[in-house]
């Protein structure tokens, strides 16, 4: 007697067909993490640039004065005790009453403006 046997294992095509699926997916899923990681990233520089100009509005009422640079806001003992850069951008260093705030370099592409 002749036993017949079948494998139960996978073919390569079943193997294939399901990294194509998965490759597909994940080509699909990238975008939109690409999209919520940018706009985290605005958030947390425009978040950055509105802790600065409330600094500058404070010192600006405290000293009497129209100009201020970054470090006169930012330090352990000053208005700001930390400032975390979130993308490598670039804050201005210095401060004018009712001047809009420029941030640049936003992950090496992108500016934001924030008007205070």
């Known amino acids: 007697m002749k036993k017949n046997t079948l494998s139960a294992g996978f073919t390569l095509v079943e193997i294939l067909i399901v990294l194509v699926i998965?490759?597909?997916l994940a080509a699909m899923a990238l975008p939109a993490f690409q999209k919520v990681r940018t706009s985290s990233q605005?958030?947390?520089v425009l978040n950055n640039a509105r802790l600065l100009a409330?600094?500058?509005d404070?010192?600006?009422?405290e000293k009497g004065v129209s100009t201020v640079t970054q470090d006169n806001l930012v330090g352990p003992t000053n208005f700001v005790?930390?400032?975390?850069?979130?993308a490598n951008e670039t804050?201005?260093?210095h401060y004018t009453q009712g001047v809009t705030i420029t941030v640049s370099?936003?992950?090496g592409a992108r500016t934001i403006t924030y008007a205070p």
């Open 42 to 44: 605005d958030k947390a």
């Open 81 to 86: 005790k930390a400032l975390n850069p979130v």
């Open 22 to 24: 998965i490759v597909l």
């Open 58 to 61: 404070t010192y600006f009422l």
């Open 91 to 93: 804050y201005p260093a």
């Open 105 to 107: 370099g936003i992950a």
């Open 54 to 56: 409330a600094a500058a």
